[in-house]
Every structure is written in C-alpha cells, then in structure tokens.
C-alpha cells in the first residue's frame, strides 16, 4: 500500500461523518490541520434517520436530523476540511505514517487518524422496520420519547437498555409494552425491580414482533407467541427497539483494544486508543450515552487531542534531527 503522490499523505485523516467526525473535522480544520474526513457508507450517522432533534443545544424549535447533519457539514467545509466519499477497507497501524485504504482501491496515508465510525443500532429486520423509521419506529427513547405524549408505546427487548428505555417513557406515553421473546428479562435486577414497580410498564413474554403494521405511520404490532405461535395485534403508536447497538469497528480489531461489543477503549480524559497517533470518539467507543452532543464533544476532544500529540511528535522529531546534525558535526571535526 503506498501512496503515489504528496496528496495521499495527510496530518489528519477522519473516518466517518457523523456528529463526531464532523465535529473533529470542524476543530481539526480551525488547527490548520487540513484534514481529510471519509464520509463513509452512511454519512450523517444515525442522525439522518431521526426526524425532528428537540435537544440539541442551539435549536429552540429543534431542527431535522438530516438538516442538522448538513449544517454540520457545510460548517466542516467552510474551514476548508476535505470531504471525500468512501469506506475505510484496510488499515496498517502497525508503521508511520499509518496506512488506509479507501473502496479496496485508493492508498491513503495518515500522520494521526481519528476513528469516528459510530454504531448501528441492532433492528428486527422486519420488511415495515426501517420504512417507518422516525415514523413510530425508533432505537432512542432519549431522541424521541417527547413526541409519544399521551399515548401507547412499545418497547422490544430484555437488558437494561430496553428497560432503561421503558422507564425514561413513562415521563410522556400512557403506557408502555415490554416485548420479550423470553420468559425473564436479562436485565440487571435493580433495572428489572424499577421497572416492575412501575405501574406504567406491562409484560408481554414469550413473544416476537412478527409484523409492523401502518401506512404512512405506525398503528400497531403484530405479535407471536413464540411457544403456541399464536398471533395477535396490539395498536400502539411508538415502537422503541432496544435489543442493543453493534460498534462499527470491524476493520479496527486487529490493532486495537477493544470490549468484548467492540468498542474501542480510550484512556480516561481523553480519545487516546492504544496505538498512540490513533483516536476514537462518538459511539465507536461510547456505550453508555450515545447521544449527538456527546458524540460532538468527544469529536472536539479527539481533534484538540490528534492537534497536541502532532505538536509533540513534531518537536520531538525536530529536536532528535537536530541532536543527530551535531554529532555529525562534532564527528566530522
């Protein structure tokens, strides 16, 4: 993998256009570090999916999720960030400067590279699913439980993330569904205890999503029972999925410390991963928050943290060259 001319080689290459990258790319680029972002397969990251973000600071009316993603964009470029579309297939971490490739095809070397991949939140893979996404259909109580005051919900899933997700909608739905394929939940039992005592919450065990049902927004759910297979409906208006998130950090695993989900470890107060020159930020190494503005701040930080430890190696650099053009001085003398 080598590159064929001075464009291929940059400071700064960022992987992935999400709020983090983007936010990265925005602070990267005011440090003069020309960087280059690769927007790669799903540009805008989750957000393009959501309809109306109510809780981004800065929007008192909130603003739709693909509009903010191209605000973050259009901000990206106008401090002269590079832009390019394409995916990460291969990266070699493993000499400097570091080696990517882009579609299996294009050389690409990086002084410093800030992963911002994200995550892709795990669906049913029902046909309906992703057809009414933000339109009932969600994976974020947090994003969009505002919008289901009043009314009957849903929730898919056992661990503490779909109970989390239950609790958080009983500040707005009437009442919300738990749908579990088993018979108990997987959840930690604090969560489970909180969300039995709930008299907002009810149980539907031993049960799939078989169907989502409605036209232009969701109306309700066709249920199975996964013992009988007998089939049922159930009208709700809002259907949270919560069976979990999956990293996208596939490429990354064989040079980096990652969880056992995937996600890469960073070292405390900072986006530093264990290949130092490397730095990850937003879901790619967030399972806790998985918020957009947490997503953006940690952007900040990986950019303000690439910038510092460029700086660093820089003077480093400089001063080793300039401790080895005197004793070559002195040796010639």
């Not at 001075?6 to 790319?25: M, Q, V």
């Not at 999503?209 to 759910?221: F, N, W």
């Not at 940690?298 to 005197?326: F, V, Y």
């Given at each position: 993998?080598k590159?064929?001319?001075?464009?291929h080689h940059?400071?700064?290459?960022?992987?992935?256009?999400?709020?983090a990258?983007?936010?990265a790319?925005?602070?990267?680029?005011?440090?003069?570090?020309?960087?280059?972002?690769?927007?790669?397969p799903?540009?805008?990251?989750?957000?393009?999916?959501?309809?109306?973000?109510?809780?981004?600071?800065?929007?008192?009316?909130?603003?739709?999720?693909p509009?903010?993603?191209?605000?973050?964009?259009?901000?990206?470029?106008?401090?002269?960030?590079e832009?390019?579309?394409?995916?990460?297939?291969?990266?070699?971490?493993?000499?400097r400067?570091?080696?990517?490739v882009v579609?299996?095809e294009?050389?690409?070397?990086?002084?410093?590279?800030?992963?911002?991949?994200?995550?892709?939140?795990?669906?049913?893979?029902?046909?309906?699913?992703?057809?009414l996404?933000?339109?009932g259909v969600s994976?974020?109580?947090?994003?969009?439980g505002?919008f289901?005051?009043?009314?009957?919900?849903a929730?898919?899933?056992?661990?503490?993330?779909?109970l989390?997700?239950?609790?958080?909608?009983?500040?707005?739905a009437?009442?919300?569904?738990?749908?579990?394929r088993?018979?108990?939940?997987?959840?930690?039992?604090?969560?489970?205890?909180?969300?039995?005592?709930?008299?907002?919450?009810?149980?539907?065990?031993?049960?799939?999503v078989?169907?989502?049902?409605?036209?232009e927004?969701?109306?309700?759910?066709?249920?199975?029972e996964?013992?009988t297979?007998e089939?049922?409906?159930?009208?709700?208006?809002?259907?949270?999925?919560?069976?979990?998130?999956?990293?996208?950090?596939?490429?990354f695993k064989?040079?980096?410390?990652?969880?056992?989900l995937?996600?890469i470890?960073?070292?405390?107060?900072?986006?530093?991963?264990?290949?130092?020159?490397?730095?990850?930020c937003?879901?790619?190494?967030d399972?806790?928050?998985?918020?957009?503005?947490t997503?953006?701040?940690?952007?900040?930080?990986?950019?303000i943290d690439?910038?510092?430890?460029l700086?660093?190696?820089?003077?480093?650099?400089?001063?080793?060259a300039?401790e080895?053009?005197?004793?070559?001085?002195?040796?010639?003398?």
């Amino acid at each position: 993998m080598k590159a064929s001319n001075s464009d291929h080689h940059r400071s700064t290459i960022i992987i992935g256009a999400g709020a983090a990258g983007l936010t990265a790319a925005i602070y990267a680029a005011r440090a003069n570090l020309k960087p280059l972002v690769i927007r790669g397969p799903k540009p805008g990251g989750q957000l393009v999916t959501t309809s109306n973000v109510e809780n981004y600071p800065g929007f008192i009316n909130g603003i739709l999720g693909p509009e903010l993603m191209r605000c973050f964009e259009a901000q990206a470029a106008r401090f002269e960030t590079e832009l390019r579309q394409g995916t990460i297939t291969t990266v070699d971490f493993s000499q400097r400067p570091f080696h990517l490739v882009v579609d299996r095809e294009q050389s690409l070397l990086a002084d410093t590279v800030i992963i911002a991949t994200g995550a892709t939140p795990r669906y049913l893979g029902l046909e309906n699913e992703q057809r009414l996404l933000g339109r009932g259909v969600s994976s974020c109580a947090t994003c969009d439980g505002f919008f289901f005051q009043g009314q009957d919900v849903a929730v898919v899933g056992g661990g503490d993330a779909a109970l989390e997700n239950a609790l958080f909608l009983t500040r707005f739905a009437d009442h919300i569904f738990v749908i579990h394929r088993r018979a108990q939940l997987r959840a930690s039992k604090i969560m489970q205890q909180l969300a039995f005592s709930s008299s907002k919450l009810s149980f539907i065990w031993d049960t799939r999503v078989k169907d989502i049902l409605g036209d232009e927004e969701l109306e309700g759910l066709l249920l199975e029972e996964v013992k009988t297979g007998e089939t049922s409906i159930l009208p709700v208006k809002g259907l949270f999925v919560s069976i979990g998130h999956r990293p996208n950090t596939e490429i990354f695993k064989e040079w980096l410390e990652m969880d056992e989900l995937g996600y890469i470890f960073t070292q405390p107060d900072s986006t530093y991963t264990s290949v130092a020159g490397v730095f990850a930020c937003g879901d790619a190494q967030d399972r806790v928050y998985r918020q957009a503005v947490t997503a953006a701040g940690s952007g900040c930080m990986a950019a303000i943290d690439a910038e510092r430890w460029l700086q660093t190696n820089h003077s480093l650099k400089s001063k080793i060259a300039k401790e080895i053009k005197q004793l070559k001085f002195m040796q010639r003398k």
